[in-house]
């Protein structure tokens, strides 16, 4: 079945430096990414849309030039969270659907800002 | 009223028992639902997918959908302790690009006592 691989598992940073996520489909290409954070017992929120060769789409709230969203190809997003703090510490997954399939989500990243 | 109501639980049951999780939804447009499993620490994992109403049965779980009463269940025969984990339900009102527009529950953490 189709294969989500996000990387890093686990990362952590000082507060006011950047950090990138990787998100690949390892045995399709996704001409759709989406990014999704979770806090401590709350449901997945949808962050961004990420889109092959074009800009991604962002859900109200989220800053987008705090959360810049990359899809250079059809099997690679990522997300950089600029200038980190404190308050952006939270778990990140992506997730990519094949073609005629529901989604299928990475592992996640936990992202702890000091 | 939120768009999803999921008991977040926790809910522990012995082993080998039947476990019932279910969600409510307000939006009579939502025609796709599934269930997702998440570990501790990792991504979702897709569990059961389905269409509109009916029943759908896959091994020791089973996925039930009332849209007239816009309620969903999973079932969990024989559990089991490797079934130990959050159970997010998911649905959209569409199937296509806007994948990606999925409304989550908020889980229901299950935990299965050997």
Redesign the interface.
Known sequence: GAV?S?HP?RVICKSGTSVKIECRSLDFQAT?M?WYRQFP????M?MA?SNEGSKATYEQGVEKDKFLINHASLTLSTLTVTSAHPEDSS?Y?C?A?EMGS???????T?LTVT | QKE?E?D?GPLSVPEGAIVSLNCTYSNSAFQ?F?W?RQYS??????LM?TYSSGNKEDGRFTAQVDKSSKYISLFIRDSQPSDSATY?CAMSAHYG?S????I????TKLSVKP
């Open positions: 989500v996000q598992s759709t989406f017992k709350q449901s997945l949808l849309t778990f997954i997730s659907r529901p989604l299928h989500f990475g592992n996640g936990r | 999803v999921q977040p796709y599934m997702y620490r990792k991504g979702p994992e897709l997918y997010l690009g994948q990606g527009n999925l989550f529950g908020k889980g």
